[in-house]
């Protein structure tokens, strides 16, 4: 008897277990970017709140380097093997995979007006811990409208020294302002403009998750 078909419904079960969501997937044949007999890519980050106390009590959690890194590693990869598909990762480089690219692909993340991703639920939060290429082409659900089309989009002028605009970013201009007292808010509470966007505002992400990213980043 043939295998029954897996399911986005079936593959979200399995993502719930470790605090994890499907954040979109597109359709492919053959392509070079990918293992071969890649039929369907779905990409995978954390979800909301439950997401930072679930990765934070796992073993990786030892105080070695990397271990949202090495969590996602074990996590992804063993889902792969599970379901026959190959693990895919935005770390590990070079070479790097082209994750950004990719999210565009879903047609539930976009570029947004500060040319950061930006996703439909997620806004200006969401993060990849990885993707499954799937040899099982896959019913994926209609994209819906760039949420940024009908926003007054402040992320434009949410940066409180101007390092991120539309005119783009200017990350020694960020690092410096990370350094004064003034910047001890987006150093706690993640960076203002992705705070801003009003789909960020509307997901639960743990301020514990935003400052260690930004402690991460501003080594």
């Known amino acids: 008897m043939a295998a029954v078909p897996l399911t986005l419904t079936d593959i979200e079960a399995l993502l719930v277990e470790h605090q994890l969501t499907l954040l979109g997937g597109f359709a492919c044949d053959e392509e070079p970017a990918l293992p071969?007999?890649?039929?369907?890519l779905l990409m995978i980050g954390p979800a909301g709140t439950g997401y930072w106390p679930h990765v934070t009590a796992q073993p990786e959690w030892d105080g070695a380097p990397d271990p949202v890194d090495r969590w996602s590693r074990r996590v992804i990869g063993r889902l792969a093997c599970d379901l026959g598909a190959k693990a895919l990762f935005p770390f590990g480089g070079p070479p790097w995979h082209p994750f950004y690219q990719w999210a565009l692909r879903t047609k539930r993340v976009w570029d947004s007006p500060v040319r950061l991703l930006v996703h439909a639920d997620q806004g200006l939060m969401v993060?990849?811990?990885?993707?499954?290429a799937l040899k099982q082409s896959m019913d994926l659900p209609p994209p819906p409208p760039r949420p940024c089309d009908a926003c007054t989009q402040p992320c434009l002028t949410a940066c409180p020294v101007r390092a991120l605009t539309g005119a783009g970013y200017d990350v020694p201009a960020c690092h410096a302002?990370?350094?004064?007292?003034?910047?001890k808010d987006c150093m706690d509470q993640g960076c203002a403009v992705r705070r801003a966007c009003p789909l960020s505002q509307t997901y639960a992400r743990m301020p514990e998750q935003s400052a260690y990213h930004m402690r991460q980043f501003h080594k």
């Open 177 to 183: 302002y990370l350094d004064t007292a003034a910047g």
């Open 36 to 40: 071969s007999g890649t039929r369907t």
């Open 127 to 132: 993060s990849f811990r990885g993707a499954l």
